[in-house]
């Protein structure tokens, strides 16, 4: 299995600007999960989605933040207008819907607001 | 809700010695645990986790950790630590809501290995 994929990599872009990231979880997983990363505030869950419905969004910072999954293989979050503030690391995860399972995350994308 | 705590957010060591992170949990129901470790420039990996099953439990690269409810703890150990284990560590608790289940992690512990 490819793992998870996340595009792009590398994000430069310039404030105001819009924003989107892309993952596609693991075959056969019913959830998936964003997050991001930064020095100040650790780790944050965004939002994650079951079955492609969104469950819990209460991670996303503004409205400026929105995320989609119109499919089991894929999902977005989109950044409109972006902000200097909004310069981090955003990962995607997806796992089964299960207590006990584990999380698989991708390699993440590096997102400079500049 | 469960909640989990890392105790240092910084630990560092000699190459060869025991490694010890700490972590706390809190949780009205019985817990499942986990340890995930992140590489620099990658993302989260799983290292072990308990489910209820036998509380010492044994994981990737040497690692094991063990669940003790009446000190509501799951450190995390290494007899001996080496060089690639230099990381950040995250504890992690399964939480239950409504329609799901999600991961609450922990702040994470980095680790230095002095050689």
Redesign the interface.
Known sequence: DAG?IQSPRHEVTEMGQEVTLRCKPISGHN?L?WYRQTMMR??E?LI?F?NN?P??DSGMPEDRFSAKMPNASFSTLKIQPSEPRDSAVY?C?SSY????D???????TRLTVL | AQSVTQLGSHVSVSEGALVLLRCNYSSSVPPYLFWYVQYPNQGLQLLLKYTSAATLVKGINGFEAEFKKSETSFHLTKPSAHMSDAAEYFCAVSDQNTGGFKTIFGAGTRLFVKA
């Open positions: 998870v959830s999960f650790g780790l869950l994650y079951n419905v469950i819990d990962f995860a819907l299960d207590r006990t584990t999380q698989y995350f991708g390699p993440g």
